[in-house]
């Protein structure tokens, strides 16, 4: 397809619009185009090989190109047959030569966010799948674990108040975060979008009476963030290794990860994300302290909803181990 086919005849005037003369050779728009792009090549490829072995063999190759314009110049017979024997070969030389340079090209270019989109899972997916294998490896290795998905109610707050780290979320990532002997395994990693926003996050503990009193502080601070957010938030036992999901107030505790993954995909699911977000999330325990303080009798008994929420647990960890990190 010509350019004026393309583009029309404006574009073609235009791109043919000489800027100045270099001898007897016209300069255009087109020309400068051309330079441009081809210098903003050169120099992705310099960047790519640079501090390798691939610069001196650069080098090396760009000094026989210019030794056979020489040979060829000047008529030299041999040495222009010589060259043209090796030139036959020259393509295949390259690609030997700088197959781990190409090989890293063809890598970043699959990184590229564009052909990432066209080839690439949905980021959700990813994000979903990633973090439910941290899940997991934690849960079988019984590490504890407190995760918080932030949704239409911003979490700026918690986030500054643990290490920023922007992150891509990933498995090997969440798992270091909250190993042991880890200085970021106290508090909460915070996921906001598509990045691991923060680590070692202090969350607001919920102070509903009718807990369980074996809860410990990663399962408050759970219950106590959806209390105030619309986050959800996903624990794992240190001592028993059991998954608990914390949202609107209300914890569920021993679930599955494929129960896991089902209410996650409808926590994120495009009908919630573009839902209207109630303005304060009430649990059913918070709903039972009011109906106390307001002298409903039934407020003495736990509710319905309690037993079905909030399994006795064994308390993860001592209050010190959340809210400040080892000395």
């Known amino acids: 397809m010509t350019l004026s086919a393309a583009f029309g005849p404006v574009a073609q005037i235009v791109a043919q619009t000489r800027l100045f003369r270099i001898g007897f050779l016209p300069f255009t728009w087109l020309d400068a185009l051309d330079i441009l792009i081809t210098a903003v090549l050169v120099y992705q490829v310099y960047r790519l090989i640079r501090g390798t072995i691939a610069v001196q063999v650069a080098v090396a190759l760009l000094s026989l190109y210019v030794v056979n314009g020489i040979v060829r110049a000047a008529g030299l017979t041999t040495l222009e047959t010589l060259f043209g024997a090796v030139g036959d070969v020259f393509v295949l030389a390259v690609l030997i030569l700088f197959a781990p340079e190409i090989r890293q090209a063809?890598?970043?270019?699959?990184?590229?966010?564009?052909?990432?989109?066209?080839?690439?899972?949905?980021?959700?997916?990813?994000?979903?799948?990633?973090?439910?294998?941290?899940?997991?490896?934690?849960?079988?290795?019984?590490?504890?674990?407190?995760?918080?998905?932030?949704?239409?109610?911003?979490?700026?707050?918690?986030?500054?108040?643990?290490?920023?780290?922007?992150?891509?979320?990933?498995?090997?990532?969440?798992?270091?975060?909250?190993?042991?002997?880890?200085?970021?395994?106290?508090?909460?990693?915070?996921?906001?979008?598509?990045?691991?926003?923060?680590?070692?996050?202090?969350?607001?503990?919920?102070?509903?009476?009718?807990?369980?009193?074996?809860?410990?502080?990663?399962?408050?601070?759970?219950?106590?963030?959806?209390?105030?957010?619309?986050?959800?938030?996903?624990?794992?036992?240190?001592?028993?290794?059991?998954?608990?999901?914390?949202?609107?107030?209300?914890?569920?505790?021993?679930?599955?990860?494929?129960?896991?993954?089902?209410?996650?995909?409808?926590?994120?699911?495009?009908?919630r994300r573009n839902a209207p977000a109630a303005t304060a999330p009430q649990s059913a325990l918070l709903t039972d302290l009011l109906a106390t303080r307001d002298g409903d009798p039934a407020g003495d008994a736990p509710s319905e909803a309690t037993p079905a929420t909030t399994e006795a647990l064994p308390s993860d960890a001592p209050a010190t181990e959340l809210d400040a990190p080892d000395a």
């Open 106 to 271: 063809l890598f970043l270019f699959g990184r590229n966010p564009i052909v990432r989109r066209l080839v690439a899972p949905p980021p959700r997916q990813k994000i979903t799948d990633e973090v439910l294998a941290a899940i997991s490896q934690m849960s079988r290795n019984k590490t504890g674990s407190l995760i918080a998905f932030s949704r239409s109610t911003g979490l700026r707050n918690y986030i500054e108040t643990g290490t920023q780290i922007h992150a891509d979320v990933e498995r090997d990532l969440l798992t270091s975060i909250f190993y042991p002997n880890s200085p970021l395994h106290d508090g909460a990693v915070i996921i906001q979008g598509q990045k691991i926003e923060a680590a070692r996050c202090i969350l607001p503990v919920s102070d509903a009476r009718g807990l369980d009193p074996n809860l410990g502080l990663r399962h408050r601070a759970a219950i106590g963030l959806s209390e105030r957010t619309d986050a959800f938030v996903v624990v794992t036992s240190e001592e028993t290794g059991k998954i608990a999901v914390a949202e609107n107030g209300r914890l569920d505790v021993n679930l599955t990860l494929d129960e896991v993954r089902a209410r996650l995909a409808a926590t994120f699911s495009p009908e």
